[in-house]
């Protein structure tokens, strides 16, 4: 008797026992990204001071939406930029355009920020080379 008692305590006790709740596992994925910019970073070499110049970055839409740029800025006063105005559907390509006027000899790295529609984060690109002095109109 004291077997089956002891049975059914342990029995009528793991009834009680807490039981957790199965949680369900979301996977979440993260969409790639919808603009794929042919190149992020552009070294324009070696580039006269006082000749603007200007650096293509060229990207496709590989998503499924239309791609509208809301706002292009350059890091400096000396950056100027341009982008294309129109809505860029689903495969199309698009330019954004950062045309550098060097007035310092020397390296330079600039940056320009490109928002969109459809990325949550502010996309940065890169140009960067080497100005070298104008040459003087003075002769000997």
Not at 35 to 45: A, L, N
Request: aromatic residues 4%.
């Amino acid at each position: 008797m004291i077997k089956i008692s002891t049975l059914a305590l342990t029995l009528g006790l793991m009834s009680f026992s807490a039981i957790a709740p199965v949680k369900a596992v979301v996977s979440k994925t993260t969409a790639a990204s919808s603009i794929v910019w042919k190149s992020e970073t552009i070294d324009v070499g070696t580039i006269p001071q006082n000749t603007p110049k200007p650096i293509v970055f060229e990207f496709k839409n590989t998503g499924k939406t239309a791609i509208i740029i809301t706002n292009v800025q350059g890091s400096c006063g000396c950056t100027a930029t341009d982008y294309t105005k129109t809505p860029i559907a689903p495969g199309k390509s698009g330019t954004v355009t950062a045309t550098y006027n060097a007035v310092n000899p020397g390296t330079f790295t600039k940056t320009v920020s490109v928002t969109t529609n459809v990325e949550t984060a502010v996309k940065t690109l890169t140009i960067k080379g080497t100005v070298v002095a104008a040459a003087s109109g003075v002769k000997s």
